[in-house]
């Protein structure tokens, strides 16, 4: 039994367009966590390092220790003492998963250090219980994209193929836009053509990233369930995809629940859409770092000495 791991957890980026609350993509922007147990029980230091390290808990309310607690509860068994400290890479608040990254860490470390008597997929339910639903912690854990369906133990994941081509463009503003303010501005109900128009999407959507098909891809973005509602939240939204989709973009989603922008292009147009998103919010007064990414194929990764 191991006293000592550093668990790195990549970043996710969520919905897709139509992928509502179900379809997530891990990519090459990380979080770093190392654990380690301390003589005792049940008592923790928490430390933090990295550009947004003042705003991130370090008392027991902290969402990674929490979720390291979960574990050992699910075991019906006491914590150990344990110092944690995190390295940030993946912004807070704004649509890339940072919490999904805290809670599969957490959930991974305590489970490196009781032993490993959890599975994979013991973790992912844990993971999607946690956070609520699984179209961030499944990518985050397993790598690569990923479609998740089901209910409570009863979770299909499906790995879906992504064209090596396809480059994931991510504008990060300096703003941000809370999950549960992104969700109090969707509609109860929505119409069948509504249901219908993502649906069909949802299908061209995974054609289109296998294939880096720009027609498919262009159509399959388009979403009708949570975008034309929380693009109002981001201001400069419709100016930056304009841009976006004039320097080459296939098109260009909400990042999760934003405000990050999220836009796909062809490997050989990448660097002219993200310089053209970039000075599009310039424009709008507002500072974004606008990154070319990759998609991560390994998932959570763990490091024992």
Same mark, same amino acid.
């Given at each position: 039994? %191991?006293?000592?791991?550093? #668990?790195? #957890? ?6 897709? !367009? ?12 990380? *979080? ?12 923790? +230091? ?10 991130? =808990? %370090?008392?027991?309310? *902290?969402?990674?220790?929490? $979720? ?17 400290? %995190?390295?940030? !890479? ?20 305590? *489970? ?9 997929? +013991?973790?992912?339910?844990? @993971? ?35 064209? =090596? *081509?396809?480059?994931?463009?991510? @504008?990060?503003?300096?703003? +941000? ?13 929505? =119409? ?17 990233? @296998?294939? &880096? &098909? /720009? &027609? ?25 995809? /304009?841009?976006?989709?004039?320097? !080459? ?15 796909? @292009?062809? $490997?050989?147009?990448?660097?002219? #859409?993200?310089?053209?998103? =970039?000075? %599009? ?7 974004? +770092? ?16």
């Amino acid at each position: 039994m %191991t006293n000592h791991v550093k #668990v790195i #957890v990549p970043g996710t980026t969520a919905n897709i !367009g139509v992928g509502f609350d179900c379809l997530g993509a891990a990519l090459t922007i990380y *979080n770093e966590f190392t654990f380690t147990q301390q003589e005792g029980s049940s008592q923790v +230091e928490i430390s933090v390092e990295g550009n947004e390290a003042a705003r991130v =808990s %370090t008392d027991r309310s *902290n969402l990674l220790y929490q $979720s390291f607690l979960k574990l050992y509860q699910h075991l019906d068994q006491t914590p150990p003492s344990v110092a944690i400290h %995190t390295k940030l !890479g993946v912004p807070l608040s704004r649509g890339l998963g940072s919490s999904a990254t805290a809670i599969v860490g957490g959930l991974v470390g305590a *489970n490196q250090l009781a032993g490993k008597p959890l599975s994979t997929s +013991e973790l992912l339910e844990l @993971a999607i219980t946690i956070e609520g639903h699984p179209d961030n912690v499944v990518p985050a854990l397993l790598g690569n994209c990923q479609l998740t369906v089901g209910e409570p133990g009863n979770w299909q994941i499906a790995e879906l193929q992504w064209n =090596s *081509n396809l480059v994931p463009i991510v @504008a990060i503003p300096n703003f +941000e836009l809370s999950t549960e303010e992104a969700r109090a501005v969707l509609p109860d109900s929505y =119409s069948r053509g509504d249901a219908i128009f993502n649906i069909s999407r949802m299908g061209l959507l995974l054609r289109g990233l @296998a294939a &880096n &098909n /720009q &027609n498919w891809l262009t159509t399959a973005l388009e979403d009708k369930l949570h975008q034309p509602y929380r693009q109002k939240l981001i201001p400069g939204y419709e100016a930056v995809k /304009q841009a976006a989709i004039a320097t !080459g973009a296939y098109g260009m989603v909400i990042s999760g629940a934003g405000p990050t922008l999220l836009a796909l @292009a062809n $490997s050989s147009e990448a660097e002219n #859409v993200a310089n053209a998103m =970039s000075q %599009t919010w310039q424009k709008e007064e507002i500072t974004a +770092e606008v990154r070319c990414l990759s998609l991560d194929e390994s998932g959570t990764d763990v490091i024992v000495p």
